[in-house]
């Protein structure tokens, strides 16, 4: 590999750094293909800050209780949509669009019916228009993305059941 090749590469994971940061993603993972047997895979991560608080004990109290305080109904944990059997996930980084065009009708809504194979929506990645088909028939239980936002790999954008 040559030093403008090099080059070349850190002015492109730079790139891919800026990429992750301005569209606010946390994860982004690209091919490049020099040749037949030349390429570069690169895998940027943005590691996440935990901030954990630590709550105050609760205050002791000795007096005998005068009767048993009913207990709190419990709090469902919230469902998480990528693990429904039904979810449709993004399989690469991008911006989603839920129109083939900027006031065209969406290809799909709530409720909606769709197809095997049937585009749901689009995600736009390094210029390209990936058109993402339905993996099976079934209906549109939920929308889980917003028209014109990005999106991570792996992300879940609708719900067929």
């Given at each position: 590999?040559?030093?403008?090749?090099?080059?070349?590469?850190?002015?492109?994971?730079?790139?891919?750094?800026?990429?992750?940061?301005?569209?606010?993603?946390?994860?982004?993972?690209?091919?490049?293909?020099?040749?037949?047997?030349?390429?570069?895979?690169?895998?940027?991560?943005?590691?996440?800050?935990?901030?954990?608080?630590?709550?105050?004990?609760?205050?002791?109290?000795?007096?005998?209780?005068?009767?048993?305080?009913?207990?709190?109904?419990?709090?469902?944990?919230?469902?998480d949509?990528?693990?429904?059997?039904?979810?449709?996930?993004?399989?690469?980084?991008?911006?989603?669009?839920?129109?083939?065009?900027?006031?065209?009708?969406?290809?799909?809504?709530?409720?909606?019916?769709?197809?095997?194979?049937?585009?749901?929506?689009?995600?736009?990645?390094?210029?390209?228009?990936?058109?993402?088909?339905?993996?099976?028939?079934g209906?549109?239980?939920?929308?889980?993305v917003?028209?014109?936002?990005?999106?991570?790999?792996?992300?879940?954008?609708?719900?067929?059941?």
């Amino acid at each position: 590999m040559s030093k403008q090749t090099t080059e070349t590469d850190v002015a492109f994971i730079s790139a891919l750094a800026e990429l992750l940061n301005k569209n606010d993603l946390t994860e982004l993972s690209v091919k490049r293909e020099y040749g037949e047997d030349d390429s570069l895979e690169v895998r940027v991560v943005k590691q996440a800050t935990v901030v954990t608080v630590a709550a105050p004990a609760p205050a002791m109290h000795y007096a005998a209780p005068a009767a048993a305080a009913p207990a709190p109904a419990a709090v469902a944990a919230p469902e998480d949509p990528a693990q429904h059997p039904g979810a449709v996930t993004s399989p690469m980084v991008g911006t989603v669009y839920l129109a083939a065009e900027p006031g065209a009708t969406p290809f799909i809504t709530i409720g909606a019916q769709v197809t095997e194979g049937q585009t749901v929506l689009i995600i736009e990645a390094m210029k390209t228009m990936n058109h993402i088909p339905a993996p099976k028939s079934g209906t549109v239980k939920r929308i889980l993305v917003e028209d014109g936002h990005p999106v991570e790999y792996g992300a879940p954008l609708l719900i067929i059941e």
